[in-house]
């Protein structure tokens, strides 16, 4: 390992892994040299764990990386491009699994102690094709049902098996090394790691990534970085209200001088995942009309994903439910049918922003449900309509203001805008309970919960100092790491209690100003008066993207800046709101733009913890020196 220095100049790696996409590339950089899907499909195989490798977003045959610290984990054989073929030379997916290391519940990289997957409550578990061969999306008439299919989630709850105790470690161990050896071509013990981090990130999570960055990578020093400080820092701020519009949820943070105010954080469920579910509800029943129409040859009233499509034209483009039209398993063929779903959300044709003073009929409540739409609709009802070709070269026509039914999942104050969102954020709370109630603690008022959680970690350091200085064989580290595991959940819960209470369910200019007005008072105008907004989901514009000029991106930010100000108008008229946000080609990757900035300052070369230190002072070194 080459010598370490704070005060030498070293490329140092910036790493972010969000529920969607890991990224990865060197500070100072503007742009990720390796960008992959978080999730990937994955097949268990005996014998120790090998090395990985092979390129970014490539085929399968990269295996997991060395793991100590879960030596009960199997070898992997890992694909990161299972949407558009199987991935077997059959064409099935036999033995293969999909995996994520952020839970979808906590948005961490977090596994609660249950091993069985609960199946989602949407999908009839005993017939895995049954919804994706006979069941249709949408009412007919091109109007998407937010329920009516399965999520990315629900998708991926939809496989057998088990998991290992502790295993989105292994993974997030893996994608590590894919990322250090597909793109940037450099050793982990050469380089230190800056890694981003969610706000919320609680200690004990905080203390296992840290010991598999240096025990697992040998990495010379590392530091960790919240996601809403990096994005601040990417729009030349140290003080807002960050709103970060993720795959999995939004959340949105009040930072101040680059310090997290945790007492401010809302989340809410309403994310990337329910648009493109929207989305595809819309597209399934636009193709339906468009079939019944053109009398289409088909045997699905749904649009079939790419691989579905090759298949067909594999046998000769033969009709009927043969073998060329067979459907995956879950969770491939849903994951599948969300990515074209992506594919229309991203080039503007699935999902658009109304400008202020828009609202959904649907969203339309009391008498005016029963008056004439407003001039700012009919004049969206009667624009021209984005094309977007599905997989099987059909093209259907999304009209505007269907464009437009999406982002008012985050905008609408009534209809079935605001009865989707508290429908997701209940089924959330329900979730993140059962996900407390796993980690076997009852009891967390007063003392309890804190005497829980420093009992925990005091438990957890105690394994490590002893692993480390004992040096078990394996078959003892087998055991130590599932007890460590249990140990972790429950140091955890305290954390998740609380977090329980910031889901909310208002739309994202109402918590923006109730994240605000959870601060103090001397706080509240600054960061009204810089809110960030960044994220995949923030991505949407007023038109087409490829028919986009000149202030298109700043749909979003303008509409937000407004609905903010009519907010607080209405009690403190001179108050301001400015929305900062960065092009729509960077505001997907605004946290890494902002850690890579971040990494590449002088200054920033003395805070790193060094792999001495580590040794020193423990995991426990990442509460006292990481803000």
Request: charged share 25%; aromatic share 8%; proline share 5%.
């Given at each position: 390992?080459?010598?370490?220095?704070?005060?030498?100049?070293?490329?140092?790696?910036?790493?972010?892994?969000?529920?969607?996409?890991?990224?990865?590339?060197?500070?100072?950089?503007?742009?990720?040299?390796?960008?992959?899907?978080?999730?990937?499909?994955?097949?268990?195989?005996?014998?120790?764990?090998?090395?990985?490798?092979?390129?970014?977003?490539?085929?399968?045959?990269?295996?997991?990386?060395?793991?100590?610290?879960?030596?009960?984990?199997?070898?992997?054989?890992?694909?990161?491009?299972?949407?558009?073929?199987?991935?077997?030379?059959?064409?099935?997916?036999?033995?293969?699994?999909?995996?994520?290391?952020?839970?979808?519940?906590?948005?961490?990289?977090?596994?609660?102690?249950?091993?069985?997957?609960?199946?989602?409550?949407?999908?009839?578990?005993?017939?895995?094709?049954?919804?994706?061969?006979?069941?249709?999306?949408?009412?007919?008439?091109?109007?998407?049902?937010?329920?009516?299919?399965?999520?990315?989630?629900?998708?991926?709850?939809?496989?057998?098996?088990?998991?290992?105790?502790?295993?989105?470690?292994?993974?997030?161990?893996?994608?590590?090394?894919?990322?250090?050896?597909?793109?940037?071509?450099?050793?982990?013990?050469?380089?230190?790691?800056?890694?981003?981090?969610?706000?919320?990130?609680?200690?004990?999570?905080?203390?296992?990534?840290?010991?598999?960055?240096?025990?697992?990578?040998?990495?010379?020093?590392?530091?960790?970085?919240?996601?809403?400080?990096?994005?601040?820092?990417?729009?030349?701020?140290?003080?807002?209200?960050?709103?970060?519009?993720?795959?999995?949820?939004?959340?949105?943070?009040?930072?101040?001088?680059?310090?997290?105010?945790?007492?401010?954080?809302?989340?809410?469920?309403?994310?990337?995942?329910?648009?493109?579910?929207?989305?595809?509800?819309?597209?399934?029943?636009?193709?339906?009309?468009?079939?019944?129409?053109?009398?289409?040859?088909?045997?699905?009233?749904?649009?079939?994903?790419?691989?579905?499509?090759?298949?067909?034209?594999?046998?000769?483009?033969?009709?009927?439910?043969?073998?060329?039209?067979?459907?995956?398993?879950?969770?491939?063929?849903?994951?599948?049918?969300?990515?074209?779903?992506?594919?229309?959300?991203?080039?503007?044709?699935?999902?658009?922003?109304?400008?202020?003073?828009?609202?959904?009929?649907?969203?339309?409540?009391?008498?005016?449900?029963?008056?004439?739409?407003?001039?700012?609709?009919?004049?969206?009802?009667?624009?021209?309509?984005?094309?977007?070709?599905?997989?099987?070269?059909?093209?259907?026509?999304?009209?505007?203001?269907?464009?437009?039914?999406?982002?008012?999942?985050?905008?609408?104050?009534?209809?079935?805008?605001?009865?989707?969102?508290?429908?997701?954020?209940?089924?959330?709370?329900?979730?993140?309970?059962?996900?407390?109630?796993?980690?076997?603690?009852?009891?967390?008022?007063?003392?309890?919960?804190?005497?829980?959680?420093?009992?925990?970690?005091?438990?957890?350091?105690?394994?490590?100092?002893?692993?480390?200085?004992?040096?078990?064989?394996?078959?003892?580290?087998?055991?130590?790491?599932?007890?460590?595991?249990?140990?972790?959940?429950?140091?955890?819960?305290?954390?998740?209690?609380?977090?329980?209470?910031?889901?909310?369910?208002?739309?994202?200019?109402?918590?923006?100003?109730?994240?605000?007005?959870?601060?103090?008072?001397?706080?509240?105008?600054?960061?009204?008066?810089?809110?960030?907004?960044?994220?995949?989901?923030?991505?949407?514009?007023?038109?087409?993207?490829?028919?986009?000029?000149?202030?298109?991106?700043?749909?979003?930010?303008?509409?937000?800046?407004?609905?903010?100000?009519?907010?607080?108008?209405?009690?403190?008229?001179?108050?301001?709101?400015?929305?900062?946000?960065?092009?729509?080609s960077e505001r997907s990757i605004c946290s890494w733009l902002g850690a890579s900035i971040f990494g590449s300052l002088g200054s920033f070369h003395d805070m790193w913890v060094t792999k001495a230190?580590?040794?020193?002072?423990?995991?426990?070194?990442?509460?006292?020196?990481?803000?």
């Open positions: 390992m080459m010598p370490f220095s704070g005060g030498e100049h070293f490329p140092a790696v910036v790493c972010e892994v969000g529920s969607h996409s890991t990224k990865m590339g060197f500070a100072g950089e503007d742009y990720p040299r390796s960008y992959f899907r978080s999730t990937t499909a994955f097949k268990r195989e005996g014998g120790g764990v090998g090395g990985g490798g092979g390129g970014s977003g490539g085929d399968s045959g990269d295996s997991a990386s060395n793991s100590a610290s879960n030596s009960n984990s199997k070898a992997f054989k890992r694909s990161y491009d299972f949407f558009s073929r199987g991935l077997e030379l059959d064409g099935s997916d036999d033995g293969w699994e999909v995996s994520n290391p952020v839970d979808r519940v906590t948005g961490l990289i977090y596994q609660p102690t249950y091993t069985e997957l609960p199946p989602p409550s949407s999908m009839n578990s005993n017939n895995d094709n049954a919804d994706a061969e006979g069941k249709n999306k949408g009412d007919g008439n091109g109007n998407g049902d937010v329920s009516s299919s399965l999520s990315y989630e629900e998708a991926m709850r939809a496989q057998p098996g088990t998991t290992i105790p502790g295993e989105c470690y292994t993974h997030f161990s893996s994608y590590l090394t894919h990322g250090y050896e597909s793109a940037l071509c450099t050793e982990p013990s050469s380089t230190p790691l800056l890694l981003v981090e969610r706000s919320y990130n609680p200690p004990p999570i905080r203390q296992r990534m840290i010991e598999t960055i240096f025990e697992e990578h040998n990495a010379p020093a590392t530091f960790f970085a919240r996601d809403a400080v990096c994005a601040c820092y990417a729009v030349g701020r140290t003080t807002g209200t960050v709103v970060d519009i993720g795959h999995s949820g939004t959340v949105v943070t009040p930072v101040y001088d680059g310090f997290v105010e945790n007492k401010g954080i809302l989340r809410s469920p309403v994310g990337v995942d329910m648009m493109d579910k929207m989305i595809l509800s819309q597209l399934d029943g636009l193709y339906k009309m468009k079939k019944a129409r053109m009398k289409l040859n088909s045997p699905f009233d749904y649009a079939m994903p790419l691989y579905q499509v090759r298949n067909s034209e594999g046998q000769g483009g033969q009709g009927g439910q043969g073998q060329g039209h067979k459907a995956r398993r879950e969770p491939f063929h849903t994951l599948a049918r969300l990515e074209f779903a992506r594919h229309a959300r991203e080039d503007g044709s699935g999902a658009g922003v109304g400008i202020y003073g828009y609202s959904s009929l649907h969203d339309l409540e009391g008498e005016a449900a029963d008056q004439e739409p407003s001039d700012i609709y009919q004049q969206y009802a009667n624009a021209p309509k984005a094309s977007f070709k599905l997989p099987d070269g059909t093209e259907v026509d999304i009209s505007q203001t269907k464009r437009f039914d999406i982002s008012e999942l985050m905008f609408g104050k009534g209809g079935k805008s605001a009865e989707a969102r508290e429908l997701a954020a209940t089924e959330a709370k329900k979730e993140l309970d059962a996900t407390i109630a796993s980690a076997g603690v009852s009891g967390t008022d007063g003392d309890t919960g804190t005497s829980i959680e420093s009992s925990a970690i005091a438990q957890m350091e105690d394994m490590r100092r002893r692993k480390r200085n004992a040096r078990l064989g394996n078959n003892k580290k087998k055991k130590a790491t599932t007890a460590s595991h249990e140990k972790l959940v429950k140091a955890c819960t305290p954390y998740l209690l609380s977090a329980i209470g910031e889901i909310s369910s208002s739309t994202i200019p109402s918590m923006i100003c109730d994240a605000a007005f959870k601060c103090d008072r001397d706080q509240q105008s600054q960061l009204l008066g810089n809110a960030i907004l960044c994220g995949g989901g923030a991505c949407l514009s007023t038109s087409v993207l490829s028919n986009s000029r000149g202030d298109n991106a700043n749909s979003m930010p303008e509409r937000i800046r407004e609905e903010c100000e009519t907010i607080i108008h209405a009690h403190t008229p001179g108050w301001r709101v400015k929305v900062l946000s960065p092009g729509l230190e580590y040794e020193e002072h423990g995991a426990a070194i990442v509460n006292r020196k990481f803000p």
